[in-house]
């Protein structure tokens, strides 16, 4: 049984890593309920924006956590 799944999105490019995301979140196991999407922030910032604006119905809300390279999705209950 999972609570958490961790995604990095490392040495992607902004469409492949969205895809990505999308994907995961089609395929999420039911029983996870925070996806931490790792996209790190010393290389820039593009993939971290597309993260934090990424929107998703099955996402309920997204934490800024203190580590500025992960955003963590909320997943709604199924």
Not at 25 to 35: F, I, Q, T, Y
């Amino acid at each position: 049984m999972s609570y958490f799944l961790d995604l990095d999105i490392h040495n992607h490019t902004v469409e492949s890593a969205r895809k990505l995301i999308t994907s995961t979140l089609k395929n999420l196991p039911s029983d996870v309920r925070e996806l931490n999407i790792i996209h790190g922030y010393h290389q820039g910032t593009a993939l971290r924006d597309m993260v934090r604006k990424y929107s998703n119905a099955k996402i309920e809300r997204k934490i800024l956590g203190l580590n500025q390279g992960i955003t963590t999705f909320i997943i709604k209950k199924s």
